[in-house]
Every structure is written in C-alpha cells, then in structure tokens.
C-alpha cells in the first residue's frame, strides 16, 4: 500500500464520515453502534466494502422518507446487523478455520 493509497483512503473515509454527521441525531446513533458492532465482529471486508457506505446511503434515504432509525432497521440493532452479514466471511471464521486447521485438532 503506497502513501497516496493511505491519503485516499483517509479522504474517503473523511468524506463517509461527513455524511454521516449530516444525518439526523438518531441516525447518527444507531451508525455508531453498528459501526462498533461491525468493528468487533470483523466482517473481512469491512474497511475496502460497500457495507458502510450502503448503510449511510440507506439511511439518508429513510431521512429522505421522514422516517426514524429504528423504524428503518427494527428496535435490535445486533439482529439486523447480523442479518446484513449473515454470508460475509468474518475475522472469527478465519479463527476458526485456523484452530480446526491444526495438528491433532481432529475433534475427536
């Protein structure tokens, strides 16, 4: 990864949090917690994704309906994040695959 591709990258990530701090209060709340939620569970191509992006773009158009956040995603936030994850591979998958991949690691 060279130095342009980190300034980029930096900018694009500025501009992603520039619309998210357009959103309304409640929308920037729930963002934040998926976002951490998505942080800790590790989708592996989180950061290079349209996962992020697809959330912001999907809530300003719920802004655009005049709807709330949680009437967009539903009252738990760890359930509909899973749901958009459900067939992404995680960093606990590769965990996983790495302990099952062992010697003597036969489950028996």
Do not use: N
Not at 12 to 36: C, F, G, S
Not at 52 to 70: C, N, S, T
């Amino acid at each position: 990864m060279s130095i342009r591709d980190i300034i980029e990258g930096k900018k694009q990530w500025r501009a992603h949090m520039a619309r998210v701090k357009a959103l309304p209060p409640d929308y920037q709340i729930v963002y934040k917690e998926m976002q951490k939620y998505f942080f800790k569970v590790g989708p592996i191509d989180l950061a290079d994704g349209p996962l992020l992006p697809g959330i912001v773009e999907f809530f300003e158009e719920g802004v655009a309906a005049d709807k709330r956040a949680l009437e967009l995603i539903g009252p738990d936030v760890a359930a509909f994040c899973d749901e958009l994850i459900k067939d992404s591979r995680t960093y606990a998958d590769v965990y996983q695959e790495s302990l099952a991949a062992r010697p003597g690691a036969t489950g028996e």
